[in-house]
């Protein structure tokens, strides 16, 4: 049987979802680009074809002859003669696109600062377009917000109105509130007790927390929380998925349209919640890469992922009129419960596996469409809001 093809590696425990970890991911990518001096022939030809210049290799298509009669424009030769065409570029894709800029401190605020407004505008928790979230109706300011420009903070902070003592467990969620930094190795701890979140964070992301078994002060004001995180200008590439399209509402398990792992549909009997839906994934990338390609295989061979997760929360967002909902400063939501979902792919012979690496022809050759693939999920929704969290999961030490 495929490696893949087997239960998930990091059960929830109530305690800890990921044991005991190993910092930030291998793979990663550095948030930035290098910003590229179109008078510069070596750099020209590396902002279009994303490859090192040598002496004899040839710009893709008429782009050379294009960049020599723009020379002039760009002051290469005389600068006095002014720069009417824009000198500076970022690579915008694999396809030779670029963004180009006046001058370099331009190229560089645009990735430092242009960023935080386009993840205010487009990400969500598991990819880079508002569309790719699934939150069964909570409003997007709920599971992505930052801090005023004016005023940053780079720390991830607990949301103290979403902490609750329900049935043994303590739940709640924190905010990574800064406009750039990533946040690694989240873990939050109260009263000696300890929850590891084995995902990265975006920028101005939510993520959960869990701890059952608990024993503590039952009046969430009376819990003192701590939270630990490392921040750093490095963006999580094992993120950047999305949602391409859901179906809901099948009467029970047995009305599903797939042939899902005997384990899978078992646990979604267990469940019995509500309505039952499935979900088709793909990689995206995401507006914090600009210069990767937007989709298609060649982004599948551009990343790498071990230890490929998903989580599944269930919460509610407290709400009045939606006349008087304040956007400026949107509620606190309320975590109703937290797991793990299995992440699947056809097989070539029928049915579906389950997938814990990417690119998935990186496990065997059993899957149906390794060069091009999507996943799916399933999971039971019940009345309330939900969303995904898919990347990267942290790993336990192999000496614990």
Partial sequence: MSDAVRELQMPLTGRNLAGPTRGMPARRVALESPVFDLCNDADAYEAYTGDEYSDGALFPGNAYPRLVSERGEMGCDDPSFGANRPRWALRANDWGDLLRFRTRDAAVEYQRNGLAYLRQRFANTIDSAASGLSP??????????????????????????????????????????????????????????????????????????????????????????????ELALVADLSRAFFFVQEWCRWDNVDALPRSYPPRVLGQLRLEGIGDLCATLIRFHSPPSHQFFPEDGPSIVNLVEIDNLSAYFARFTVPRDDPEDYDHDNPPSPVLLDLRPLPLLAELHDGGYGEIDRWPIWRIDENWSSPYNPSLEAVYATGSDNFTIWIGAARVADAAD
């Fill in 136 to 229: 069964n109706g909570a409003v997007t300011e709920v599971l992505i917000w930052f801090a005023d420009k004016n005023t940053p903070v780079d720390e991830v902070r607990v949301l103290r109105d979403s902490v609750t003592v329900e049935d043994g467990v303590l739940r709640g969620f924190v905010r990574n509130w800064s406009r750039e930094l990533w946040a690694y190795d989240v873990a939050v701890t109260a009263e000696g007790r300890s929850f590891e979140w084995p995902l990265s964070v975006q920028p101005g992301e939510l993520a959960p927390f869990e701890i059952g078994d608990w024993a503590g002060a039952t009046d969430p004001a009376r819990i003192d929380i701590a939270i630990a995180a």
